[in-house]
């Protein structure tokens, strides 16, 4: 017969093995405040499953960026939101930031995320753009998120539309009126494409929902094409 003490000590020992297990799924992928990008942090549950406030693109880039970002999250950042929106162009996050951008290696993370970047618009004023960001499956924390089911249905549905990404920015030829929900992230601006002039995104997008094609092809914002007032570290 175990004893409470034995009893108590194998709990541990399991529970001990199951967090490294989760803590080490999935390849490496990004680094900088990953587990909030992946919804994966200790406010995550609460985030991913709260009322889903409708907003627009304009409302979203509206908003003043913290002054200070770090590895938990800013209140801005707490809310679930819901947005109709274009696609206006995408990519594949598959080289570093460094690469991409012709920084420092050392004054951006090393590893590149593998994130679909998405630039949505405004349907009313498209001009008004910012990032949404879907995150792979495959990549550590990714892997072990509560939210794994919706992040990979996601993904599968942005492939199934848009086809095989690049690793540079495609503009569609068409844009796509879709249906948006995630919460709101702030980012650092590294020279990121399409990226709002606050730093904000929808970062993780927890469920997307494609409605029809509209018109002619919207051109996203080239970095440098915007002045940013975002969050620093």
């Known amino acids: 017969m175990r004893t409470p003490v034995t009893f108590l000590l194998i709990t541990i020992a399991l529970s001990g093995s199951a967090a490294f297990a989760q803590a080490n799924c999935g390849m490496q992928c990004g680094q900088e405040r990953w587990a909030i990008k992946t919804l994966t942090d200790n406010q995550a549950d609460a985030v991913g499953h709260a009322t889903p406030q409708d907003s627009t693109v304009t409302q979203l880039i509206g908003q003043t960026a913290p002054a200070k970002l770090t590895d938990t999250r800013a209140p801005g950042e707490t809310k679930l939101y819901h947005l109709k929106a274009l696609i206006v162009g995408w990519k594949i996050e598959a080289q570093t930031a460094a690469e991409n951008f012709g920084m420092a290696a050392s004054a951006v993370p090393s590893v590149p995320d593998h994130d679909f970047h998405i630039v949505i618009a405004d349907p009313d004023n498209p001009t008004n753009q910012m990032i949404m960001e879907v995150p792979d499956p495959q990549c550590q924390a990714v892997c072990s998120s509560k939210f794994l089911a919706q992040i990979q249905k996601v993904r599968t549905e942005v492939s199934s539309r848009l ?29 990121q494409d399409g990226l709002a002039k606050n730093c904000i995104e929808i970062h993780p997008v927890i469920a997307l929902n494609f409605l029809s094609q509209q018109g002619n092809a919207v051109q996203p914002h080239k970095a440098g094409d915007l002045s940013h007032k975002c969050g620093k570290r």
């Not at 009126?177 to 919460?183: E, H, I, Y």
């Open 163 to 191: 086809g095989q990404p690049m690793d540079v920015l495609q503009t569609l030829p068409k844009p796509w009126l879709v249906d948006v929900t995630g919460p709101a992230f702030f980012d650092f601006a590294h020279g």
